[in-house]
């Protein structure tokens, strides 16, 4: 959730450390910090908000040292203030952490008894008394460490940076990721490739229970035994790594816009549109005929994805799913059949709950198949099989062209496993990849659209809540539009199924609640037309996006229409991504709010 970076250097780390901090700040922006060794003593910069409020301070009383450790925070325990901003700092040692420390509580009580101040309401700062406690017991920097570590308990990533010890960083990892580097300007610690990417041209990802003590000269790898082990060094395209808004206001602008293209990209890496067929660019893992059930888990947007895509494979592959998010399916205990099929969606790779998921129905004998966007990531490297999204890094926290990439290779699949159990023919394989290859076209007609949306957009933006409504995939892409309205712009906003209206919402309506409609033209159309007559007849404040055979069907007074091509296709979702993306986004720059960086949330959420 957190970001965190350590460099030891040759020049002054400082700038580098607040560059990687830029690449790291869409885990958590509430307050930021670094250390660095001055003439070899600690010394701390941290400033509760933006990275921008800690260079303004550095800028004010810049730093030398040529090592030093940076966090990026969002926060878990404690205020997002600065006295809770990383590093942490005890004795002669300081602390950056990603990820909840479990049994903070009982440490904290034992380590007080011992005389341990503490400043602070993180469960973090313990880590830095419990390494300290080690240090004053008479254990060297590493020892010290790695004792520390079998204390810990929950998810963590850790970076440490120890007083009068100019040649040393030790990091470690458990449940949540950490990378080694090496560049020309020195070794490295990060979050992940992103922030390393301006400096290291080598990483090595710490597996599962690592720890890794760094000097200029060696960077030595522990296991979770403590024994001494090697670790893969990857080369790190620095390129692939480019972060930029190109001519946009905002990365979540540009990322809306950059859909045609990455949804082009995805889809030409899973069909042969030369012979229309699907061609997955993996093995799988089981046998599609033998598949007894699908069983897909993850959180946020990617859960939407996977809600929309049920209705995909039960369809084209005729195959039950079951969904559930993350959080809740973890703990459910939930009995998984034998020759079941499980898919983890995630953009990240990251997301906890969605890799506890993982691992429950890893251990219950279902094979592993998650759509990620980061071959990298801890779920990606945790799966049987891993099907990319070729979106490119997402900044914008809310995610946008990753959830129609995680659509268009659900959409691949769903028509490979019909194929592949039987229950498709040549012909409607065929008929389906030409629905799938004329998405990018028609997100690209969707988004010359802009204009109109944005003045849609305004009228929302007036609105204290509003409700969103769709029938078949059409509804779950009502949730998410709700989400991103909520997420962007903080108006109050719900995502219903347009059948279930009269079963409660309905005496909700009234003209100060906009009701935005999703009426893509499929079977359900006409019944769609009649929810939306419901809310007009009694004075609802309608805003329809659909084609013009919609608007006609309608025959209401409508506060705002936004037309779209007429797409007969199950997969028409993709392209009504477009608008509603488009809206939330639209009405949040509008209230003059911070769509990259909405308050409160965290594009990787690495804790529970
Ligand atoms: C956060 C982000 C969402 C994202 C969700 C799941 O809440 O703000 O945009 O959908 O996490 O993240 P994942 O990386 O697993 O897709």
Redesign the pocket.
């Known amino acids: 959730m957190c970001g965190i970076v350590g460099i030891l250097g040759r020049e002054p780390v400082a700038p580098s450390l607040i560059e990687a901090l830029k690449r790291l700040e869409y885990r958590g922006y509430d307050s930021a910090g670094l250390a660095t060794l001055e003439q070899g003593r600690l010394t701390r910069v941290r400033a509760s908000g933006k990275l921008r409020n800690l260079e303004e301070k550095l800028a004010a009383s810049p730093l030398s040292g040529t090592s030093g450790i940076g966090h990026t925070r969002w926060a878990t325990h404690g205020r997002p203030n600065e006295t809770n901003a990383h590093p942490h700092i005890s004795d002669k040692l300081a602390v950056v952490h990603n990820g909840i420390i479990e049994n903070f509580r009982e440490l904290r009580e034992e380590l007080a008894a011992k005389g341990h101040v503490f400043a602070t309401e993180t469960d973090s700062e313990v880590v830095a008394h419990l390494v300290a406690e080690q240090i004053r017991e008479g254990a060297g920097p590493a020892a010290a460490v790695a004792r520390a570590l079998t204390r810990l308990k929950g998810a963590f990533a850790l970076a440490f940076l120890f007083d009068g010890e100019a040649d040393l960083l030790i990091g470690a990892r458990r449940g949540a990721p950490l990378a080694a580097g090496w560049g020309e300007g020195g070794v490295y610690l990060g979050s992940d490739a992103l922030a390393l990417a301006p400096f290291a041209h080598t990483i090595a990802y710490l597996e599962e229970g690592d720890h890794v003590v760094l000097t200029r000269e060696r960077v030595t790898f522990h296991d979770a035994a403590g024994h001494e082990v090697e670790r893969r060094r990857q080369p790190l395209q620095a390129g692939s790594f480019l972060v930029d808004k190109g001519n946009f206001r905002h990365f979540m602008a540009k990322e809306i816009h950059e859909q045609p293209e990455v949804v082009g990209r995805t889809l030409s890496h899973y069909l042969d549109l030369a012979s229309g067929t699907v061609r997955l660019p993996f093995e799988l893992s089981f046998d599609a005929k033998k598949l007894s059930r699908v069983t897909i888990s ?5 859960f939407y994805a996977g809600l929309i895509a049920r209705y995909w494979i039960e369809r084209y592959a005729r195959l039950a799913v079951e969904i559930d998010i993350a959080s809740e399916f973890r703990y459910r205990e939930a009995p998984l059949p034998n020759d079941g099929l499980t898919i983890l ?7 906890a709950d ?1 890799l506890a998921a993982l691992r429950y129905a890893k251990t219950h004998g279902q094979h592993i198949l998650s759509i990620v966007n980061v071959e990298t990531s801890t779920i990606a490297r945790e799966s049987d099989t891993v099907a990319l999204t070729l979106a490119g890094p997402e900044i914008g ?3 946008t062209k ?1 959830f129609t990439c995680q659509l268009a290779v659900f959409a691949c699949l769903a028509v490979a496993l019909g194929r592949a159990r039987g229950v498709l023919s040549e012909a409607e394989e065929k008929a389906l990849v030409a629905e799938l290859a004329a998405t990018p076209g028609l997100m690209a007609d969707a988004l010359a659209h802009e204009a109109r949306i944005e003045l849609v957009a305004r009228d929302v933006a007036r609105a204290s809540s509003v409700l969103y409504l769709g029938r078949g995939p059409a509804y779950p892409l009502a949730l998410e539009g709700a989400l991103k309205l909520k ?1 962007l712009s903080y108006i109050h906003a719900e995502g219903y199924a347009a059948g279930e209206l009269k079963h409660g919402p309905i005496a909700l309506i009234d003209y100060a609640m906009p009701v935005i409609v999703l009426a893509p033209p499929d079977a359900t159309l006409e019944k769609t037309v009649s929810n939306l007559q419901e809310v007009a007849a009694r004075g609802g404040h309608l805003i329809l996006i659909g084609s013009r055979a919609a608007r006609e069907a309608a025959a209401a007074d409508l506060a705002g229409f936004v037309e779209l091509p007429d797409i007969a296709s199950a997969f028409a979702v993709l392209v009504y991504a477009v608008p509603v993306q488009l809206l939330a986004y639209h009405a949040a720059v509008f209230m003059g709010k911070d769509v990259d960086q909405p308050r409160n ?5 690495t804790v529970e």
């Not at 993850?298 to 990617?302: I, Q």
């Open positions: 993850a959180c946020g947007t990617a969606v995630s953009q990240s790779g990251e997301t969605t926290v809310a995610s990753a997420e949330l965290a594009k990787s959420v």
